[in-house]
């Protein structure tokens, strides 16, 4: 599924209205119109919509509440996911905003709110149609993140059966051959003779074998070169350390970290970026059968390191350490994970905001202010180096699970940090990819998180443009 704007061609006017505007928004309408919105009660509250009458009854205008500077801060995309919603027909904005942020927040949240995931039960057909803003690098733009986004939503969305590891490693492919990009897959016990070991051994009791996915593109041969890992995890029962009922009812969605990256990888391929991508994701599923690891195992890392297993639910650690390790083994000028890995992080910030830790300063500030611009909120948390003896249990080098569950999300990326090798420029998303009820844009379901701030801020990041 793809995201575009309507071509230009006839279409009702669309007036963007400001709760203060209202007054001033209704005076220069014709009485019978003027009337119309003032019977409805038309305010101009952010995401209000209405459709008024010309002479001959047919659409003449429509008009979609902004709200005020109050109401915007209380919800993003609003008013583009009201255009979304007018009746059938096609729609152009009088005046698209000249604010860049603004504009592309109505634009985004345009597209973003006609996803519908159809594949099990036909959904209705989103009706209205928004010409594209004049601005046609901003539209090109808007089209292509919003597509990426719809990759990232099917295939979260998509149930385990249907997004094991090996219809995770055809999406990948799809991705690949759809981009000219080369793909690697190192599949069951070829891990093992890879030095993969902990991909292996979280992945080993489930039916469809665990794999390493390895996406490379070429934007440009001397281009910075940018390493993404996303957590593959296609479902997670929690291992032999089962996770109650509850808990595990959303665990389709604990390879968001995967879906997000090939979403971010896409957008950076699709806009042609001069940079070296290498995409790594372990993909398996985290089962309960007689060669699932067990609490109390000591696995061996790829770097050597020894990890001893004292939750076998802490498993997405694991298979990103050894696609860490392999990753560094080439050092990247950026190197980020993405991934579901804790449920602590939920708790620290909520569904809605991408918490995001990394040393790099910089880095950390141009992410800051590009997810503001963006619409894709993001909040850094501390590496926080004194808290290193909570992952040290004594008979191995590292804990997967300490106990107390004190400051989890950190303790989970401090975890991680020990495979990059003292990587500068190391960045590390702790994502829920989850909508937990419609939103404005998001509807219940999967969700690209961080991945639009990212990319918002590559430019400055890779280029200190
Ligand atoms: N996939 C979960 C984390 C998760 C849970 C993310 C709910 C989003 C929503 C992860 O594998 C996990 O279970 N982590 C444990 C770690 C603990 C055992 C140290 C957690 O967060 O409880
Ligand atoms: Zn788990
Ligand atoms: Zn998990």
Same mark, same amino acid.
């Given at each position: ?83 979304? =919603?007018?009746?059938? !027909?096609?729609? *152009?904005? /009088?005046?698209?905003?000249? @604010?860049? #942020?603004? +504009?592309?927040?109505? %634009? ?51 149930? =385990?059966?249907?997004? !094991?590891?090996? *219809?995770? /490693?055809?999406?990948?492919? @799809?991705? #690949?051959? +759809?981009?000219?990009? %080369? ?15 902990m ?39 929690? !291992?032999?350390n ?14 968001? %970290? ?37 609490p109390g195992d000591i696995l061996t890392a790829r770097n050597g390191m020894t990890v001893e297993i004292n939750n076998t639910d802490a498993e997405g650690r694991l298979v990103l350490a050894d696609?860490l390790s ?11 994970s993405?991934a579901?890995l804790t449920g602590a992080a ?11 830790l990394?040393d ?21 948390l501390p590496f926080h180096t004194p808290y290193e003896p909570m992952i040290e249990p004594g008979i191995a080098d590292l804990d997967n699970a300490p106990k107390g569950g004190m400051a989890g999300a950190i303790t989970a990326a401090l975890f991680l940090r020990r495979f990059t090798a003292d990587?500068?420029?190391y960045?590390h998303?702790d ?35």
């Amino acid at each position: 599924m793809t995201a575009k704007f309507a071509d230009e061609g006839a279409a009702v006017p669309l007036r963007l209205v400001p709760a203060d505007g209202v007054e001033a928004a209704t005076a220069v309408l014709p009485p019978v119109a003027a009337a119309w919105a003032g019977a409805h009660g038309f305010a101009g509250k952010a995401g209000e919509r209405l459709v008024l009458p010309g002479e001959d009854g047919n659409p003449a205008l429509a008009l979609i509440g902004t709200g005020d500077a109050a109401s915007r801060a209380r919800t993003r995309f609003a008013a583009g996911a009201a255009i979304a =919603a007018l009746p059938k !027909g096609r729609y *152009a904005i /009088e005046d698209w905003p000249q @604010d860049r #942020a603004e +504009a592309e927040e109505i %634009g985004l949240g345009y597209l973003f709110a006609r996803y519908r995931f159809d594949t099990y039960r036909k959904q209705s057909e989103p009706g209205a149609e928004l010409v594209a803003p004049p601005d046609a690098d901003m539209a090109a733009r808007l089209a292509r993140i919003a597509t990426s986004e719809y990759l990232t939503r099917r295939l979260i969305d998509t149930p =385990a059966a249907d997004m !094991g590891p090996d *219809a995770l /490693e055809q999406a990948a492919r @799809d991705l #690949a051959d +759809a981009y000219g990009a %080369g793909i690697e897959v190192t599949t069951g016990e070829e891990l093992l003779e890879a030095n993969l070991p902990m991909i292996h051994a979280v992945g080993r009791a489930a039916a469809t074998p665990p794999r390493l996915i390895e996406l490379t593109w070429t934007g440009a041969a001397d281009g910075p070169t940018l390493t993404l890992v996303g957590k593959g995890v296609c479902f997670d029962t929690g !291992g032999l350390n089962l996770k109650p009922g509850a808990s595990m009812a959303l665990m389709k969605k604990d390879m968001g %970290g995967a879906a997000n990256v090939l979403g971010l990888a896409r957008s950076i391929m699709d806009a042609g970026l001069k940079v070296r991508l290498r995409v790594l994701i372990p993909a398996v599923e985290n089962s309960v059968s007689g060669s699932s690891f067990r609490p109390g195992d000591i696995l061996t890392a790829r770097n050597g390191m020894t990890v001893e297993i004292n939750n076998t639910d802490a498993e997405g650690r694991l298979v990103l350490a050894d696609a860490l390790s392999l990753a560094v083994e080439t050092p990247p000028d950026l190197l980020v994970s993405m991934a579901t890995l804790t449920g602590a992080a939920r708790v620290a910030v909520g569904p809605d905001i991408a918490p995001f830790l990394t040393d790099d300063e910089a880095l950390a500030a141009s992410l800051a202010t590009a997810g503001r611009q963006v619409a894709d909120p993001v909040w850094r948390l501390p590496f926080h180096t004194p808290y290193e003896p909570m992952i040290e249990p004594g008979i191995a080098d590292l804990d997967n699970a300490p106990k107390g569950g004190m400051a989890g999300a950190i303790t989970a990326a401090l975890f991680l940090r020990r495979f990059t090798a003292d990587h500068p420029s190391y960045l590390h998303f702790d994502i829920f990819a989850w909508s937990q009820s419609n939103a404005p844009g998001r509807p219940k379901g999967g969700l690209g998180q961080g991945g639009r701030a990212l990319l918002e801020a590559l430019p400055e990041v890779l280029w200190k443009t």
